[in-house]
Every structure is written in C-alpha cells, then in structure tokens.
C-alpha cells in the first residue's frame, strides 16, 4: 500500500534521473554547497556522472525514506529556480517542475500496467503528469519517464514508483544509459582544421591533415566512361590508403 508509513518501505534503492547541464548546476549550487546539503539533510548519496555532456545522470541511494527527501529537495529547488526566473518575465501560467527518471525498460510495463492502469491511478492519486517515453535510450536497456507537477505531486508520485519498482523487479541484465559529450563544432578554412572550444577557434593537426588528403586525393572517374588510352575497358581508379590516427574525442565528429 503506498499510503503505508513510510517505515514499512524501508528498503534500499537507487533512482536514476536524467538531468541538463543547468539543472545540475543548480544542484551542485555554488562551490557544491547545495548538494552537499541536500546530502547532509536526506542522508541518501547523490552522486553525479562525469564530463562535458549535455546531459547527466544523477545517481541517489539510500533507504526509501532519504530518497524522499532528497527528491523533495530537489524539486523544491527546482521550483525556486521557476520562481526566480519569472520574476521578470512576463510570463503569467508557471511552468511545473519537472524531473525525468531513468528505469529499466522490463519494469516500464508494471508501471504502465494493463491498458494503462496503473499509469492512470497514479496521475489521479497524486496530481502529476506522468508520460513513459515509448523508445529506449540510446544504446541502453533504460527509457525515461519524466514526471511533471508541484513538488508535493513529484514526491507523492516518485513514492508510487518505488512502490512499483520495489513489486517488479527488472528482468534480465539492465544496460544503463549513459550521455556521451557533446561534439565540439568543426570548420575547415584555409587549409586547416578547427575544432570550436567557446569563443575559439583551435587548430587542430589529425583533423587538418585528413581534410588535406581529402584535397588532395584525385576524383574517381565516373563509372561507364572509360580511362584515356585504354579506348573500351571501363575505368578503374588508383586506390591508395593512408595511415591516420584519430583521437577518440573527434571520431564521433569524422
């Protein structure tokens, strides 16, 4: 029963939320003061993925009742950040606080439920909007199910969810999700490559001399015209091949 005290849920779990960079700044707060309060506050452990990526994983475990709390300090701040930044805007309607869970995919059923049941029961016990994404996350067995209200229906909701979670589950080995970094923009100008770093343009050597080979190599003779001085056989390009080490950080750009 998810109206049961939360002492009865006491278990340990771990949640997953999927974040943008601007909502995990406001997490780590300044100096990383605030996720270490909310840390100190809800005694769960919120640990926070690695790197440039648009997107991170925040990571919060603990027993049951610290994760409520941690994720009830997590919307409050949310919501805090709306207020502030309607404070000179002209919007009038405020946007609701919205955080985006990452679950397995095996357990995405049980909190749909059959024809949508348990899906409906929890928007009308709670308040909040909830939408599981039909696709699973990239190169992951994970989908994300984002949750949407004040942040009393967050919490209320996220308490049914572990409910869930807790009843059913994940079958099978789970690939998590994790962001990959952003691809630094690239141009070619005069010669050279660029990768885009700010405000600056960095030349980049393996990048440059690729594009130089590109440059240099000669066109393929269309197919069906035949090479000069061999009249009636068909054209077959020169192949050469070339030996160039690629960094990992630019592979993905190439």
């Known amino acids: 029963d998810p109206k049961a005290p939360e002492g009865g ?27 270490k309060k909310m840390r100190e506050e809800s005694g769960a452990r919120i640990n926070i993925s690695e ?21 009830s300090m997590i919307a409050l701040k949310f919501e805090e950040d709306i207020n502030a930044s309607m404070t000179n805007s002209s919007v009038t309607s405020k946007p609701p606080v919205t955080l985006r869970l990452v679950v ?23 308040g909040a909007q909830v939408q599981v994404a039909g696709d699973m996350l990239p190169n992951s067995t994970e989908r994300a199910v984002t949750i949407s209200g004040t942040p009393d229906a967050i919490i209320q909701c996220v308490k049914q969810i572990c409910v869930v979670m807790l009843e059913s589950p994940p079958k099978g080995a789970t690939i998590p999700y994790r962001p990959k970094p952003a691809s630094a923009p690239i141009i070619f100008a005069g010669g050279q490559a ?3 770093q700010g405000q600056y343009a960095i030349p980049h050597p393996d990048l440059t001399k690729l594009h130089q080979l590109a ?10 015209q035949t090479t000069p001085g061999f009249p009636g056989l068909d054209a077959t390009p020169p192949t050469s091949s070339h030996e160039l080490t690629i960094p990992n950080d630019v592979s993905g750009p190439i």
Request: net charge positive.
């Open 9 to 35: 849920l006491n278990v340990t779990l771990t949640i997953r939320l999927l974040m943008h960079g601007k909502e995990v700044g406001s997490i780590i707060g300044k100096k990383g003061e605030t996720v």
């Open 194 to 196: 660029f990768t885009i």
């Open 51 to 71: 790197g440039s990526c648009p997107e991170r994983i925040v990571t919060i475990t603990g027993p049951t009742d610290a994760i409520f709390k941690a994720f």
């Open 215 to 224: 440059m240099q190599h000669p066109p393929f003779t269309p197919l069906g």
């Open 104 to 126: 397995p995919a095996s357990q995405c059923g049980s909190l749909i439920g059959k024809g949508g049941s348990k899906i409906k029961e929890i928007r009308e016990s709670t």
